[in-house]
């Protein structure tokens, strides 16, 4: 099933997404009530009245979990994106590496324009499989237990400011160009993600999905999830050891390699990306010159 958040009336509602007819039914729920019993959702939606039927094409689609208690990145979990940023082969085994973005102000939906502040020196794309989590989940006894805890997945972009530098104070501690790199994950409108949630159920095998990511209609992004280094139930089992998963928390996890900066190519105003998602779907962002 793939669920949409859309805007409908002035007030967010749950959508079921039919792609093959175009149509959004938007039900008499909320996204609330479905979070209180995400492996019932199915059954909760399926019986919720149908409110309208809308064109797809007509529709805004919103971020597809509104209000997410917690936004979780993993990094540097594609050993060929770790290799384009000069970094060496991990010696031994990988763990995920971890790293929040704030959701209130990150994330945004489909076809989205995101504001370059004017600071921005070099801004980039990641294009990502988002995972949502849809119970609690407290130190999972093992991988199995923690992908089961999943409800479904999406199509993400971690948007990044490689070159943030808009303070003219030199700090000239040894880790603050951690800092540095951190922050500049965190500009708003930062994390694209959509079109919609597509249940686990359809998507089955989390690493056998082709994922990849257009900049102005060229591919610059062409890989597959069977590629991460941390696969999808080791990054969920690695989290809940070290915080409570809660219903709704999504996991973006990780980007491959073709970012732009590898390329030498930055987002400028104008652009255009696409992220694509193999059983999930294609999410556009369209990026315009903050006002100052």
Known sequence: MKLANVAWQGAERVGVVDPDSGVVSVKETTQDQIWEAPFAQQGVVSQAKTLTELPLAETTLLPPVPRPPK????????LEHLREGGNSDPVGD?????FMKPPSTTLVGHNAVVKLPPHTQFFD????LAVVIGRRLRRAADRKEALSAVVGYSAFNDLSERQLKFDPREDVRKNT??????????FDGGAPMGPWLVTADEIGDPQNLKISLDHNGKTVQDSTTGAMMCPVDDIVWY???VMTLEP???IATGTPSGVGAALGIKIVSG???TVKVEGIGELT????????
């Open 71 to 78: 936004l979780i990145c993993v990094a540097a979990n594609y």
């Open 94 to 98: 990988a763990r995920p590496q971890l």
């Open 125 to 128: 794309w990641e294009g990502e």
């Open 177 to 186: 160009w951690f800092f540095d790199w951190l922050a500049g994950k965190w």
């Open 239 to 241: 989290a809940s050891q």
């Open 248 to 250: 709704g928390d999504i």
């Open 271 to 273: 652009d255009v990306t």
């Open 285 to 292: 962002t369209h990026y315009q010159d903050e006002e100052s």
